[in-house]
């Protein structure tokens, strides 16, 4: 029996790993000309064809405008689609790119304009071609970023972005399947030089795998522990929801009037940090609120919770991503700051 890590993929191993897109009315497939993409493509080609109805399926090909051969790959691309009854479009990133931080903003941007071409086809959902060698290596760049649970849980198989839901239908595949899988189909696949740049973070993390592998971690085992962390980052999330609904019969007040802080105090720090998380996202207006900023804040306001103050007079009063955290006469209350001078409010 061959390696299944290094088999290509069957008809019956496509059939259950999109059995879950079967009755939505259309897919963008993200398709840069890279060996995972491809085969995406390839296999869901493949996979349509078997079904009464099913899905449209549109190819989506984002050119950044980073390297000189990006055009003629994404024309590549396109190539590829027609000969599998494909309809391809090219989005392109235009303007100025920034010299720091880029591979974030090129992500971002690659998002935003699969997400503009979902709009424009009907599409509900977005496909993407990453495996189990990517949710490994984003878990070790997370870990070393130190983030918290739900960041190592890092990529979730559906997830909604922009409006649409984007999908992973490989993060339990290895590479070297797609790779096995596009062989068998006698397809090519561009060749990014970025992923071996060692200048970025990823490209640097990828080269330190064969070693961690020696030592037990490799991408199967890495791949595996994000899963048990998705797990427990979920029924962390339903204790939160359970503590947002105690909060609300305890408290006597309207919410708009924010929470008793005595009851706020009485529950787990991991509960309290979420709750006020979600506050801030909920009520801020400068993006989402950064965990660490977050665990400082709420240390403050625990020791202002155990402190004193004069009837009346705020004992705290902070603000964070724009909202406004402050607590008086015992209630703790989270609202809108008022914008920065300079500094648009986000809509």
């Known amino acids: 029996m061959p390696d299944e890590d290094h088999s290509a993929i069957s008809a019956q191993h496509a059939k259950r790993l999109f059995a879950d897109w079967k009755t939505v009315p259309a897919i963008i497939l993200a398709v840069s000309g890279g060996p995972d993409s491809m085969a995406l493509m390839w296999l869901m080609a493949r ?24 055009g003629r790959e994404a024309r590549d691309v ?5 000969s599998l009854d494909l309809p391809h479009r090219t989005m392109r990133w235009t303007g100025a790119k920034p010299k720091a931080g880029l591979p974030a903003a090129a992500r971002e ?18 496909l993407t071609a990453h495996t189990r060698d990517d949710q490994a290596e984003t878990l070790l760049m997370r870990l070393l970023r130190g983030s918290g649970i739900a960041g190592l849980a890092a990529m ?5 972005r922009d409006g649409v839901l984007l999908a992973r239908p490989f993060l339990q595949v290895s590479k070297a399947q797609l790779i096995a899988t596009l062989k068998k189909a006698g397809l090519g696949h561009a060749d990014d030089p970025t992923n071996r740049d060692p200048g970025f973070t990823r490209p640097r993390i990828r080269a330190i795998m064969p070693a961690l592998a020696a030592e037990g971690g490799d991408a ?35 919410a708009s009037s924010g929470f008793d802080a005595k009851a706020f105090a009485a529950l787990p720090e991991e509960i309290r940090l979420r709750l006020l998380l979600r506050a801030i996202d909920r009520f801020g207006h400068e993006g989402p609120a950064e965990l660490g ?6 240390s403050i306001l625990d020791r202002a919770v155990a402190g004193k103050a004069a009837a009346g007079r705020p004992k705290l009063k902070q603000t964070l991503a724009g909202a406004l955290v402050s ?17 648009p409010s986000r809509s």
């Open 220 to 254: 199967r085992n890495l791949a595996r522990l994000a899963s048990r962390l998705a797990r427990a980052n979920a029924a962390v999330e339903v204790l939160v929801d359970g503590a947002e609904r105690y909060l609300a019969l305890k408290d006597s007040q309207s």
């Open 109 to 126: 941007a690659r998002y935003r304009l699969l997400a503009q071409a979902a709009r424009a086809t009907g599409a509900t959902h977005i």
């Open 293 to 298: 900023k977050v665990e400082a804040l709420l």
């Open 156 to 160: 979730a198989r559906q997830s909604e």
């Open 327 to 343: 607590l008086t006469d015992g209630r703790i209350r989270i609202t809108p700051a008022p914008p920065r001078r300079g500094r």
């Open 47 to 70: 996979w349509r064809r078997t079904l009464a109805r099913g899905p449209r399926l549109i190819a989506v090909t984002v050119d950044h405008g980073l390297r000189a051969e990006a």
């Open 78 to 82: 396109k190539r590829v689609a027609r």
